[in-house]
């Protein structure tokens, strides 16, 4: 068409009547429309073929590559407190339905079977011997806000990385890994400090010290017994000497008065102020870096942090977002809401698990009415086993139940203080209603959503999680974890062998509770060395794939291979401690000691207290 316009407009005739110069000029015009046209055309083209790659690469990421990350932890939940890990009494109809739609983890395991050194491993993906979050001491956890221990600063969590990938951080509930370190404002054990965007939650715990009206903490319960005795006997000392001299029976000088009077004065007043205010310091409600409720209203919490997760996830839909949610329920005190009250057929505990419940489907279903089902990873679990020795509401005493396993929270490595519900949903991505027997920890999820964010793992630590996405979309059928440890403070309680050429799993114990119930510190927490143990040499061995609640210890006698097993786990312990180094441990008594520089505050220390308490809760219906 070209060549023939341009014989037209060339040296050919023009038609008749039709000048030349007439011709050209004619389709000189057309020539420029068309390329006009032609320009146009590639232009849209080219806007159109740009805007379907952005499209295609928009849902590649949101999909596959940077998911929205939803973790969930229940506090002291026992692994035989849900229907799906086979509880036919308590309700939990929208954790079961998680699994249903999901993955199961049947031999899912803390890395201690106490809060803060769990929540430790758990946020850096490392043992917490590594981080100085566990040690030998009688303190394993943090027990004031205003202490100096918490999570180090050189620690790195997988909010940290993931903000770094462009996620929207938030972190709702429990934090109980510190907050201050020199001054009450330097935050740096803070979620802020540790790679979140968003706060809202209680820096510490749910503990008998928040429940209004309670008038006895049970933080270092036998030394406020002694120093309250100690304040006693100086004070009948005191008025025995003021009565004498009164009398006149015996002459007294009155400094014999005065200096009892005075150390009096400071035992009483050291005790009164810390253990009597305890409420006010411990238990308060942080936004971010500010205190907005103090003391907290513990009645109310958990419906706020609901909300808060709920705004948090509408805020940031189209973008990715990681939240973690990170419930109250179910330690002990209970503050069941009066829908739920009397409901279950366990008592104040029961009633607490099926609030729990009804809080996760109000998260799960957000997720699904906004959407974004398909493009968000949900998991749930718990910190560490149930605790057998709770105390309900009305003084009766009950607690979690972690099924056929051994042991409860803070008995060392027993399976019932680490085996925990593990339970993945991703529609679309993983298969539903699988169930993987492998070894896995609460430790895997810091790599496995450090990689679906697209992310490096940190390359100057050691990392002690694995993937967990190659074991549950099926491409392997085995766990990486070929060892794990389980650690008591900071002694190694027991190892745990999964041999890569067989589906046994070997765990041997290098010592043991002396008792389930005695010897403890009387806080139904074991100490971890002395007279609260018992060493075995050999390891007291168990065949976890035979004898899953450790009931009947194997011999040279009744397992031949006995003495072999000893040996690899034997090696696989020197090869482990040939990683560690020395840290500074966080627990140290200096540490976790109450100091009244750090407390964190609303108003003017020592007069704290402001309350933010929504009137627009979320109320749950049965």
């Known amino acids: 068409m070209v060549g023939v316009l341009r014989d037209l407009t060339g040296s050919g005739s023009a038609p008749p009547g039709v000048s030349k110069t007439g011709m050209r000029q004619h389709f000189s015009r057309r020539d420029r429309s068309m390329d006009l046209c032609a320009i146009f055309k590639r232009y849209v083209g080219i806007i159109l073929c740009y805007s379907s790659t952005r499209m295609i690469c928009t849902t590649c990421t949101e999909t596959d590559y940077q998911p929205n990350i939803v973790l969930i932890m229940a506090d002291d939940l026992g692994i035989g407190d849900i229907g799906c890990y086979g509880n036919n009494t308590i309700r939990t109809p929208n954790i079961d339905r998680l699994a249903e739609e999901g993955v199961m983890l049947t031999?899912?395991?803390?890395?201690?079977?106490?809060?803060?050194?769990?929540?430790?491993?758990?946020?850096?993906?490392?043992?917490?011997?590594?981080?100085?979050?566990?040690?030998?001491?009688?303190?394993?956890?943090?027990?004031?806000?205003?202490?100096?221990?918490?999570?180090?600063?050189?620690?790195?969590?997988?909010?940290?990385?993931?903000?770094?990938?462009?996620?929207?951080?938030?972190?709702i509930g429990k934090w109980h890994l510190g907050v201050n370190c020199e001054t009450r404002t330097d935050h740096c054990h803070h979620p802020l400090s540790h790679g979140f965007d968003y706060y809202y939650g209680t820096p510490f715990t749910n503990a008998d010290d928040c429940k209004p009206g309670n008038n006895q903490s049970a933080i270092f319960l036998d030394v406020q017994v002694i120093v309250y005795l100690a304040a006693e006997v100086v004070f009948a000392g005191l008025l025995t000497l003021?009565?004498?001299?009164?009398?006149?029976?015996?002459?007294?000088?009155?400094?014999?008065?005065?200096?009892?009077?005075?150390?009096?004065?400071?035992?009483?007043?050291?005790?009164?102020?810390?253990?009597?205010?305890?409420?006010?310091?411990?238990?308060?409600?942080?936004?971010?870096?500010?205190?907005?409720?103090?003391?907290?209203?513990?009645?109310?919490?958990?419906?706020?942090?609901?909300?808060?997760?709920?705004?948090?996830?509408?805020?940031?839909?189209?973008?990715?977002?990681?939240?973690?949610?990170?419930?109250?329920?179910?330690?002990?005190?209970?503050?069941?809401?009066?829908?739920?009250?009397?409901?279950?057929?366990?008592?104040?505990?029961?009633?607490?698990?099926?609030?729990?419940?009804?809080?996760?489907?109000?998260?799960?279903?957000?997720?699904?009415?906004?959407?974004?089902?398909?493009?968000?990873?949900?998991?749930?679990?718990?910190?560490?086993?149930?605790?057998?020795?709770?105390?309900?509401?009305?003084?009766?005493?009950?607690?979690g139940w972690n099924g056929i396993y051994r042991g409860k929270k803070g008995l060392a490595g027993w399976e019932g203080g680490i085996r925990v519900p593990g339970i993945l949903r991703w529609p679309g991505q993983l298969s539903s209603g699988l169930k993987i027997d492998e070894p896995t920890s609460l430790m895997d999820i810091y790599p496995t959503v450090v990689n679906l964010a697209g992310a490096s793992l940190p390359q100057d630590r050691i990392i002690d999680g694995r993937d967990l996405m190659p074991l549950l979309k099926g491409d392997v059928q085995k766990s990486e974890h070929e060892f794990l440890f389980h650690y008591c403070g900071s002694a190694l309680h027991a190892v745990r062998w999964?041999?890569?050429?067989?589906?046994?799993?070997?765990?041997?114990?290098?010592?043991?509770?002396?008792?389930?119930?005695?010897?403890?510190?009387?806080?139904?927490?074991?100490?971890?060395?002395?007279?609260?143990?018992?060493?075995?040499?050999?390891?007291?061995?168990?065949?976890?794939?035979?004898?899953?609640?450790?009931?009947?210890?194997?011999?040279?006698?009744?397992?031949?291979?006995?003495?072999?097993?000893?040996?690899?786990?034997?090696?696989?312990v020197e090869r482990h401690r040939k990683t560690l180094t020395p840290v500074p441990l966080q627990l140290s008594w200096s540490n976790v000691l109450w100091k009244a520089w750090l407390q964190p505050c609303c108003g003017t220390f020592p007069f704290c207290g402001c309350s933010e308490d929504s009137s627009q809760n979320r109320v749950p219906e049965k």
């Open 107 to 171: 031999q899912h395991l803390a890395a201690a079977p106490l809060c803060t050194p769990s929540r430790a491993a758990f946020m850096t993906g490392r043992y917490p011997i590594r981080s100085g979050m566990d040690n030998g001491h009688r303190v394993r956890v943090i027990m004031f806000t205003g202490s100096s221990g918490g999570l180090p600063k050189n620690e790195t969590t997988f909010a940290a990385i993931l903000q770094k990938q462009g996620y929207h951080t938030g972190i």
């Open 242 to 399: 003021f009565v004498v001299r009164w009398t006149g029976l015996i002459s007294v000088r009155w400094k014999w008065i005065v200096w009892p009077a005075v150390c009096c004065c400071l035992l009483f007043g050291s005790w009164h102020s810390l253990f009597g205010f305890l409420r006010h310091w411990n238990c308060l409600v942080m936004r971010n870096h500010q205190v907005v409720q103090q003391p907290s209203n513990p009645e109310t919490l958990p419906a706020r942090m609901t909300e808060e997760a709920l705004g948090f996830i509408e805020r940031n839909r189209k973008k990715p977002f990681l939240l973690f949610v990170s419930l109250l329920h179910v330690h002990s005190p209970f503050f069941t809401t009066k829908p739920f009250i009397g409901k279950s057929n366990h008592g104040s505990y029961g009633d607490n698990v099926e609030e729990m419940d009804w809080h996760v489907g109000q998260i799960v279903n957000a997720i699904d009415n906004l959407g974004l089902a398909n493009k968000t990873l949900i998991y749930f679990a718990s910190d560490h086993g149930g605790s057998r020795d709770t105390v309900g509401m009305n003084g009766e005493i009950d607690g």
């Open 498 to 572: 999964h041999p890569k050429d067989s589906d046994s799993v070997w765990k041997a114990h290098m010592f043991t509770p002396r008792s389930d119930t005695e010897n403890c510190y009387q806080t139904n927490i074991l100490g971890c060395h002395d007279d609260f143990v018992s060493y075995h040499d050999p390891p007291m061995l168990f065949d976890l794939l035979k004898d899953s609640s450790e009931a009947v210890p194997l011999s040279p006698e009744t397992e031949p291979l006995f003495h072999k097993i000893q040996d690899r786990i034997r090696a696989g």
